[in-house]
């Protein structure tokens, strides 16, 4: 959430975060409202208060018809605390209420508009010629068969569609992915982590993903529990109710974990193959800062996703999110899209976002730096999401008889192997 006090002292810069992000601009209003009678209900019930302690103290002196009357209007000020607190806490519930509904500030350098404004920023990498070098370019299902890697069908038969198995040489492909893209991370001082894959309301909430993004989260009724769609929300939630001393931060973590999307609003795209699926595995990179360092860490954040994508040898964009392509919690976006031959296009692999001051509030994560104790900064960004991954590596690497070249980086985890083989049929 953000800052009231911003919102009192500059509710027009609230108003045009709010626009950009294709929000209801009416909803700043509303909650300055709400403030506004949660403080006067607040000081009207202190007065109250101070009131009914003074006669308390002059009761015992009092005596006769002066005692009476003191007592009536004892009755009568009890009566008008009780009301002025049930104003009062009404008052906090819409305050809050509302300021749960209200996205993060937009960052001013971020372009204004929908999802096809985005900027480009940097291009990596040079697009291969299939057709200089004399063969068509298979796309990565198809590889996936030849290569005894993917099997959708079954996966469709036992979970339905948008699940997949990984087989054979895919399967090691995914541990091999995610023992590289930890290796980098702890090279880099992450710490490792390994994330619960459900999580209580208030961590859900506290991330921003029961708001604009409710209707892709998977929840269950019986255990009032759900599934996460990135192990961001465990890995922010860690440090849940807690003061952080200062000098411990940067807090960088990297955690690996299944995630789980309905893709509710994806209906009709991406069908083919496990592009966009409703489980997979993802090494996710997580920063606590202090605030005045998260548009540092997150140049550092995006770096390490352009390591990673260079290290498997894969062309690729770097682009600034527009505004109203922002999920709820983010000021700015980097995703880092790579180029997907047979769809002749670049597609998002990795994605960073500078989430400020907005979660620690929500999720009640602080910093004590001195004397003062104040709202840290978070900061996320995706190392490896798996499936999008091998669809990239497959189609960009493959060659003309249906094999797959290997990047360097992956051989390690790979007993050595330079390239993947179709299987014997």
């Excluded at 104040?374 to 008889?401: F, M, S, W, Y």
Aim: charged share 30%.
């Amino acid at each position: 959430m953000i800052d009231l006090r911003l919102l009192r002292e500059d509710p027009d810069r609230v108003r045009a975060s709010q626009r950009a992000r294709g929000e209801d601009v009416a909803l700043v209003d509303a909650l300055l409202s709400a403030d506004e009678r949660r403080r006067s209900s607040g000081v009207r019930f202190d007065e109250l208060r101070a009131e009914q302690k003074q006669l308390g103290k002059l009761i015992p002196k009092a005596s006769g018809d002066e005692k009476a009357e003191l007592l009536k209007k004892t009755g009568q000020l009890a009566a008008d605390v009780k009301a002025a607190d049930a104003e009062r806490d009404a008052a906090d519930t819409e305050t809050q209420e509302l300021l749960l509904r209200l996205g993060n500030l937009v960052h001013p350098d971020v372009p204004v508009g929908g999802e096809e404004d985005f900027v480009t920023l940097e291009t990596h990498g040079t697009i291969r010629d299939f057709g200089a070098e004399g063969f068509e370019p298979k796309d990565h299902l198809e590889l996936g068969t030849i290569l005894g890697a993917i099997d959708v069908e079954r996966g469709a038969k036992v979970s339905g569609s948008r699940f997949y198995f990984l087989t054979g040489v895919g399967a090691l492909l995914e541990l091999a992915l995610v023992n590289a893209a930890m290796a980098q991370a702890t090279a880099a001082g992450f710490t490792p982590m390994l994330t619960p894959a459900l999580v209580r309301p208030q961590s859900m909430a506290g991330t921003g993903f029961l708001g604009q993004a409710a209707q892709d989260v998977y929840h269950l009724d019986k255990d009032d529990l759900y599934l996460v769609g990135t192990s961001e929300v465990p890995l922010a939630a860690y440090h849940m109710d807690e003061i952080l001393d200062a000098d411990k931060l940067p807090l960088r973590y990297a955690g690996f974990s299944p995630c789980f999307r309905r893709e509710a609003g994806s209906h009709g795209k991406d069908t083919r193959g496990i592009f966009r699926v409703h489980q997979f595995d993802k090494v996710e990179m997580f920063s606590y800062v202090a605030p005045e360092d998260s548009e540092a860490e997150h140049q550092r954040l995006l770096a390490w996703e352009k390591q990673w994508l260079s290290s498997l040898e894969l062309p690729f964009r770097v682009i600034d999110v527009a505004s109203a392509d922002l999920g709820a919690s983010a000021a700015r976006k980097f995703d880092c899209e790579a180029w997907i031959p047979t769809q002749g296009k670049y597609r998002e692999l990795t994605s960073t976002s500078d989430c400020t001051e907005f979660q620690s509030r929500r999720l009640s994560i602080r910093v004590r730096d001195g004397k003062q104790v104040k709202p840290l900064a978070t900061l996320n960004g995706t190392l490896c999401a798996v499936p999008r991954t091998i669809v990239a590596i497959l189609e960009n690497h493959q060659q003309a008889d249906g094999s797959v070249y290997v990047p360097k980086v992956l051989r390690p985890f790979l007993g050595g192997r330079e390239v993947l083989e179709p299987v014997a049929k």
